[in-house]
C-alpha cells in the first residue's frame, strides 16, 4: 500500500473520529445508541494505530514524525477546548437532564463517566502522540530506560515514558527484554534448540515424561477377556526458577563522555554479563550454592570409550570416527531421528581435519549451506560445551528439544550500584532475572548422550 493512499485513510478516519466526537459534545448520541459507537471507536482506533505501523514501515518513522508536527497543533486545540465546549452544551440543555436542543422527545441521557470514557478513547485516537506507530513507541520507551540507566533523566521522568521504576531498581521493558533473550537464543545454543515455557509468574512448571505399552488383540473382547493394565513409567520434573543476577561495570569516565553511544554500550554490557551466567547455569550448572542438576553436563548420559584414543597419536582418526559411529548409535530411535550435535571448538577443530574411511572429509556442508553435518546429522558448536580442560574435545549427541527452559514474564529488573564501584570510579549495574532450565527425559529414552575423548569410565561401586 503506497504512503498516499495510507495517508488518505489516516485523514478519513481522523474526520470520522471527529465528527464522532462533535456529536457527543453536542449530545445528539442516545443512551441505547451508545454501545454501538463505543465499538465503532475502538474499530477506528485499531485503524488508525494499524495505518501509523504502515506508514513507519515505508519511511522508518521520518514521514510520520512530519505529519506529527503538523497535526499536533490542531489536535492540541481541539483537545483544549473539548472540556470548554462540554460545559457550554450541558448549561444550554439545563444541566440535569432534559430535551436536547430541537429533540421533541424526552430520552435518557448518557451518564458522565460513559461519556468521559469514550470521549477520552477518541482524543488519544485523534492525537497523533496517541497513536505513534509500534516501532516509534519501542524506541522511545528503549531510548528513556538507556538514559535512565546511565542518569540522563529522573525517576519522575522515566514513569510518563512507560517505564517501571521503583525500590531502588528498574523494571527492564519487554522490548528490551526480548532483544536480551534473542541475544542469548544465538550465544546460548539450549536456547537456541530447547523449548522454551514462558509463565508469567515463578510458579513451578511441571514437565511429564512417560512411556506406556500397548495391547493388540485380533479377536474381539469377550466378557471374561477385559483389557488389561498397561505398566507406565511416569515421571514429573518441576522447572523451579532460580534467582540470577549478573553484574557489569562502567567507568565514570565513560558515562560523562558525551560523544559516545553511552546507553547501548551499558546494554550490550549488561546482555553479555546476564548470557555468559545463565549459559553456565544451563550447560554446566556448578556454581557454588546454585547448582543446577538438570544442567546439560550433569544430566546428558555419559558415553566412555570402547578404545582408548589417543588425538596425539598417528591414526587417530579413523579410531575416533569409529567411536563417533558408536556414539550416533546410543540412542533409541525415536530420539535419533530428531537429534543433532553440540561440539566444543577443540571438537569442532579435529573434526575439520578428519575424513571417513574413504577418505572424504568428516564434516559435510549442509543442503541450504548454512553450516555442517555430521554422520548425516546438523552440528553446531559453542565454547560452553567445554569440560575442565577446554583441549579435549567434548562432543554432545541427541534431541536438544528435551531441554526445557522456563522464562518469567516481567522478571528482568535492573539495578544501578554507584557506592559499591565508587573507590574505583566505577558504576555498576546489576541485572536480575527468574528462570530454570532443565534437561528432562524418560528413563527409557534418555535424550542426550556426552562423549569426552579420553574420559575414562568410573570404577569400583
Known amino acids: 500500500m503506497n504512503k498516499k493512499l495510507l495517508l488518505s485513510m489516516q485523514k478519513r478516519n481522523q474526520a470520522r473520529l471527529t465528527e464522532l466526537r462533535s456529536k457527543l459534545e453536542k449530545d445528539e448520541v442516545r443512551a441505547e445508541d451508545l454501545d454501538g459507537v463505543k465499538t465503532e471507536v475502538q474499530e477506528l482506533a485499531d485503524e488508525a494505530q494499524a495505518i501509523a505501523d504502515a506508514l513507519a514501515n515505508l519511511d522508518g518513522g521520518s514521514e510520520e514524525d512530519d505529519t506529527e508536527k503538523n497535526d499536533e497543533e490542531e489536535n492540541r486545540s481541539g483537545d483544549e477546548n473539548e472540556d470548554t465546549t462540554k460545559e457550554t452544551n450541558r448549561d444550554k440543555e ?41 516501532k516509534s513507541k519501542e524506541k522511545e520507551l528503549r531510548s528513556a530506560f538507556a538514559n535512565f540507566v546511565v542518569g540522563k533523566i529522573t525517576e519522575a521522568e522515566a514513569r510518563s515514558l512507560g517505564v517501571e521504576v521503583g525500590n ?7 522490548v528490551i527484554a526480548s532483544e536480551i533473550i ?28 512417560k512411556k506406556a505399552d500397548a495391547n493388540v488383540m485380533k479377536t474381539e473382547r ?28 562502567v567507568t565514570k569516565k565513560l558515562l560523562k563522555m558525551s560523544g ?42 555419559a558415553y566412555y570409550e570402547s578404545t582408548p584414543i589417543d588425538i596425539t597419536a598417528a591414526g587417530y582418526s579413523q579410531k575416533l570416527y569409529s567411536q563417533l559411529v558408536k556414539l550416533k548409535g546410543q540412542p533409541v530411535t525415536e530420539v535419533l531421528k530428531k537429534s543433532m550435535w553440540i561440539v566444543n571448538r577443540a571438537a569442532l577443530t579435529i573434526l575439520e581435519d578428519m575424513t571417513d574411511t574413504t577418505g572424504r572429509p ?35 549427541f541427541g534431541d536438544f528439544k528435551a531441554f526445557h527452559i522456563q522464562d518469567v514474564i516481567g522478571a528482568m529488573e535492573l539495578q544501578k550500584l554507584v557506592e559499591k564501584f565508587s573507590g574505583t570510579n566505577k558504576v555498576g549495574f546489576q541485572i536480575y532475572n527468574i528462570l530454570d532450565g532443565q534437561l528432562v527425559y524418560s528413563p527409557f529414552e534418555p535424550a542426550v548422550y556426552r562423549y569426552e575423548v579420553g574420559a575414562a569410565a568410573p570404577t569400583g561401586g
Open 94 to 134: 439545563g444541566g440535569d437532564g432534559g430535551e436536547a436542543p430541537g429533540d421533541g422527545e424526552k430520552r435518557l441521557r448518557i451518564p458522565e463517566e460513559q461519556l468521559d470514557g469514550i470521549m477520552k478513547k477518541i482524543g488519544s485516537s485523534l492525537s497523533t502522540r496517541g497513536h505513534k506507530s509500534t
Open 168 to 174: 531502588g531498581s528498574v523494571t527492564i521493558p519487554e
Open 182 to 209: 534473542t541475544y542469548a537464543q544465538e550465544e546460548n545454543l539450549l536456547r537456541k534448540y530447547g523449548s522454551r515455557h514462558k509463565t508469567k509468574g515463578d510458579v513451578k512448571y511441571p514437565v511429564l515424561v
Open 222 to 249: 469377550g466378557a471374561g477377556n477385559e483389557i488389561p493394565e498397561t505398566d507406565i513409567e511416569f515421571d514429573e520434573i518441576l522447572l523451579d526458577p532460580a534467582e540470577f543476577d549478573a553484574l557489569a561495570t
Open 260 to 301: 559516545a553511544p553511552i546507553e547501548q554500550i551499558v546494554i550490550e554490557e549488561l546482555k553479555k554479563a546476564y548470557v555468559r551466567k545463565e549459559t553456565s547455569y544451563m550447560f554446566k550448572g556448578d556454581d557454588v550454592g546454585n547448582e543446577n542438576p538438570g544442567a546439560l553436563a550433569k544430566k546428558a548420559v
Open 362 to 396: 568428516l564434516l559435510h556442508q549442509a543442503a541450504d549451506g548454512v553450516g555442517y553435518k555430521l554422520l548425516g546429522h546438523k552440528i553446531d558448536f559453542t565454547d560452553a560445551a567445554d569440560g575442565t580442560d577446554p583441549a579435549k574435545p567434548v562432543f554432545y
